[in-house]
């Protein structure tokens, strides 16, 4: 079983949609978490981190949920700007793993 | 403020030629610092990582190695590139202690021919 999943997507949205992706982490003493963006043939780059009590920067809200061992990434109000990839990663014992990404595809 | 620099951006090998890649990291001190690879379409596969000077952890067997000369430089080799070598490598950093978020370079397209 891979440490961290998600599903590949490609979520495909209109502008000015909502969309969400979940992200499940299977090791129970991962300590922190984070949400990147991963755009074609690029490095991905951090977007959020993500704590206990949810956190929130403009159109993009992490949730995470210890007790079921997974963590979410809400976008509102969608723009094309936004298509990319979305990788959520979890930390801790030195080593950051990372989910293989979900594809986000938004249309005009 | 921290940076990371990775070099080349592109390269084109043929197979059996070596392959050596740096990563530098500016503005802090005793990172951790880490060898990805990204295979197309897949997700990153730790390759290697180091605490400290020296100190090179390997997780994946495979005819490649590391090694960290100076405490904010990390490179990345292989005596001999195979075609299964092709990817994209990327060089990242974190601050000692594992829980913070991990900072990457720009990434080294690789293809091996």
């Known amino acids: 079983r891979k440490e961290v999943e998600q599903d590949p997507g490609p979520f495909n949205v209109p502008e000015g949609a909502t969309v969400a992706f979940n992200c499940t982490y299977s090791?129970?003493?991962?300590?922190?978490f984070f949400w990147y963006r991963q755009d074609c043939r690029k490095e991905p780059k951090l977007l959020m981190s993500?704590?206990?009590s949810g956190n929130e920067d403009g159109r993009f809200t992490a949730q995470l949920n210890r007790a079921s061992q997974y963590i979410s990434l809400l976008i509102r109000d969608s723009k094309l700007s936004d298509s990319a990839t979305y990788l959520c990663?979890?930390?801790?014992?030195?080593?950051?793993?990372f989910g293989r990404g979900t594809s986000l595809i938004v249309h005009p | 403020s921290q940076t990371i620099h990775q070099w080349p951006a592109t390269l084109v090998q043929p197979v059996g030629s070596p392959l050596s890649l740096e990563c530098t990291v500016e503005?802090?001190?005793?990172?951790?610092l880490y060898w990805y690879r990204q295979a197309a379409g897949r997700g990153l596969q730790l390759l290697f990582y180091?605490?400290?000077?020296?100190?090179i952890s390997s997780e994946v067997p495979q005819n490649l190695s590391a090694s960290r000369p100076q405490d904010r430089q990390f490179i990345l080799s292989s005596k001999k590139l195979l075609l299964s070598d092709s990817g994209f490598y990327l060089c990242?950093?974190?601050?000692?202690?594992?829980?913070?978020?991990?900072?990457f370079g720009q990434g080294t397209r690789l293809t091996v021919v």
């Open positions: 090791n129970s003493a991962s300590q922190s």
């Open positions: 503005g802090t001190s005793n990172p951790n």
């Open positions: 993500v704590y206990s």
């Open positions: 180091s605490v400290g000077i020296g100190q």
């Open positions: 990663g979890t930390g801790g014992s030195y080593i950051p793993t």
């Open positions: 990242a950093w974190s601050a000692q202690g594992g829980t913070v978020a991990a900072f």
